[in-house]
């Protein structure tokens, strides 16, 4: 039994110990360690039904303890108002740390925004911003999380996911630099790179983001609507770096066509359409009318699609507006089968198997003929 088949028996309202009864059978193929062992305490296992699970690895009689009920009902079980059984991966330490150094930069770029909590992603803005923008951000969030399971929906907490929308160059270099100090404070660098330092890097762009923070240029956009598009495309963009980034708080997985992708469909379930492209450092010509499903069909035509691995090798340093249509729709494809698509990302998140490898395990085709369907999707 592998860990994606636990989380999808909990998913579907199996307990953990009807989940040790099937494992006490077939035996277990994944490793207790930490990450897996905090994994499973959010799915509710008891210390004691964790050494049954240990005792199955080693090959020995796990023993009945617990074996009938739900334990998840009980005192070990039992979970805080508002908790989730499935998701948040980090415990209350790391989401409030990360909550202190965003407040903390906050109040040091003396920027007096606005704060609204919702309920996966905190919102700072001006005043003038603030109620269209909470409103938009509500009604999308609670159209991903009726969508998708609870690793996905679950995968970020409003005190360690921001979205920042800063207005005026004076408030951006302000901010850039308390940004900084206040990670800085707690031992947390951003090492400077050929491009120069953080700051130098960042003052010239319409934003950025870490996978925790979305900084954004309000005012640098072209319209409400491009604003609009951008912070729906962020939710997005933070909730899947959540769900799919190995266990480190501040790692960035390499999966871009994966997070880009995601961000995308969900600007695409807010707004209606794709075009969000995230920010580069270096010069590239991300402009373009066609609308993605063109992009898309045109590459299929012109034989720049072959095949449905070399799509997960894309990165954000290099991506062209026609890659970052790829994205989109692949990941657009996938995500009609919602279950799926979560036990795929899990495998990934669990670095049990590559975004092609995860694909084919979580839903059962081969290559060809995932290839064949995302033709047939594109030309829909």
């Known amino acids: 039994m592998r860990l994606s088949e636990v989380n999808r028996m909990i998913r579907a309202d199996q307990t953990p110990a009807q989940v040790i009864e099937a494992a006490a059978t077939r035996g277990i193929d994944f490793e207790l360690n930490r990450s897996t062992l905090r994994r499973l305490d959010q799915w509710g296992f008891t210390e004691e039904q964790i050494e049954q699970l240990r005792r199955i690895s080693a090959g020995e009689d ?33 989401h409030d740390a990360e909550k202190r150094r965003i407040e903390r930069a906050i109040e040091a770029a003396h920027l007096g925004y606005e704060r609204i909590e919702l309920s996966r992603v905190t919102l700072y803005c001006e005043r003038r911003r603030a109620r269209g923008l909470a409103e938009l951000l509500a009604a999308t969030e609670r159209a991903v999380i009726d969508r998708f399971p609870a690793s996905i929906a679950n995968a970020i907490d409003p005190r360690s996911a921001h979205i920042v929308v800063i207005d005026g160059e004076s408030e951006w270099a302000r901010w850039l630099a308390a940004f900084q100090d206040s990670y800085e404070q707690d031992g947390i660098t951003y090492p400077p790179t050929p491009e120069g330092d953080f700051k130098t890097r960042m003052a010239n762009s319409p934003g950025y983001t870490t996978g925790i923070v979305s900084a954004v240029r309000g005012d640098l956009m072209s319209s409400e609507e491009q604003l609009q598009r951008s912070v729906t495309y962020h939710l997005g963009h933070l909730m899947m770096t959540g769900a799919s980034r190995p266990d480190g708080f501040l790692q960035r997985p390499a999966h871009d066509t994966l997070v880009t992708g995601f961000g995308n469909l969900t600007e695409t379930i807010a707004m209606g359409s794709p075009s969000v492209m995230v920010y580069s450092y270096s010069e590239r010509d991300l402009d373009g009318d066609e609308s993605w499903d063109q992009r898309v069909r045109g590459r299929f035509s012109d034989g720049k699609i072959t ?68 033709r047939q999707w594109a030309g829909r």
Do not use: H, N
């Open 62 to 94: 796990p023993g009945d303890a617990e074996m009938e009920g739900d334990p998840a009902e009980g005192e070990a079980g039992e979970r805080e108002a508002g908790d989730y059984a499935v998701g948040y991966r980090d415990g209350d330490g790391t």
């Open 307 to 374: 095949g449905v691995t070399d799509v997960w090798t894309f990165s954000t340093d290099t991506m062209e507006p026609g890659q970052y249509a790829e994205a989109w729709s692949i990941v657009s494809l996938l995500c009609q089968a919602p279950e799926k698509f979560a036990e795929a990302v899990l495998l990934v998140q669990q670095e049990e198997a590559s975004m092609p490898e995860a694909v084919r395990t979580a839903y059962e085709l081969d290559d060809a003929r995932l290839l064949q369907g995302w």
